[in-house]
């Protein structure tokens, strides 16, 4: 099925430091996801996001749904060792297409 | 809330036998399951989704006799892979979803190595 432009495709950045990522379709959605995955796990949601130009917070994440309605944006503000992983957007617009994921690793 | 167990999360086969995956939502009723393959450092491959008491919906590609999907009640859905083969071998992660919410909530993921 479709999949979604995510990017970056991995980052690696110093502890402390602020991370965003962005995920990008061709077609509108009426709900963006976002979850992140531990190795060996099942993606776990993080954040759910329904209107267009919402922006929600789940703790130090930060997420929004594009004006066009065919991208969202994730944040993470002030990064710890544990916030690594693989993280997923996710859009649904009758059927869910999932992006293609963005590693991070952060460096203490 | 809203918390999908799977298991077994890890499976060792031996090629030709059948191997059963279980998914449940422990907290809800799952109207629409769905079933994934992920390869190492890829996304999410779907393979079907099944609603409570119908057939599932199998994508292009995937083989419905060899993977096959039951959804009796609203918070069990099983997946058998048939005559397992060493390229069956994978991490499959089932999924449920909630409507109203256009959610879905996953389970932790089944390693299946067939030998």
């Known amino acids: 099925g479709q999949q979604l432009n995510q990017s970056p495709q991995s980052m690696f950045i110093q502890e402390g430091e602020d991370v965003s990522m962005n995920c990008t379709s061709s077609?509108?959605?009426?709900?963006w996801l976002w979850y992140k995955q531990d190795p060996g796990e099942g993606p776990v949601l993080l954040i759910a996001l329904y209107k267009a130009g919402e922006l929600t917070s789940n703790g130090r994440l930060t997420a929004q749904f594009g004006i066009t309605r065919k991208d969202s944006f994730l944040n993470i503000s002030a990064s710890i060792p544990s916030d690594v992983g693989i993280y997923f957007c996710?859009?649904?617009?009758?059927?869910?297409?999932f992006g293609t994921g963005t590693s991070l690793t952060v460096i203490p | 809330g809203a918390v999908v167990s799977q298991h077994p999360s890890w499976v060792i086969c031996k090629s030709g036998t059948s191997v059963k995956i279980e998914c449940r939502s422990l907290d809800f009723q799952a109207t629409t399951m769905f079933w994934y393959r992920q390869f190492p450092k890829q996304s999410l491959m779907l393979m079907a989704t099944s609603n409570e008491g119908s057939k599932a919906t199998y994508e292009q590609g995937v083989e419905k006799d060899k993977f096959l999907i039951n959804h009796a009640s609203l918070t069990l859905s099983t997946l058998t892979v048939t005559s397992a083969h060493p390229e069956d071998s994978s991490f499959y992660i089932c999924?449920?979803?909630?409507?109203?919410?256009?959610?879905?909530?996953f389970g932790a993921g089944t390693r299946l190595s067939v030998l």
């Open positions: 999924s449920g979803g909630v409507q109203a919410k256009n959610i879905q909530y």
């Open positions: 996710a859009g649904r617009q009758g059927q869910f297409y």
């Open positions: 077609s509108i959605f009426n709900t």
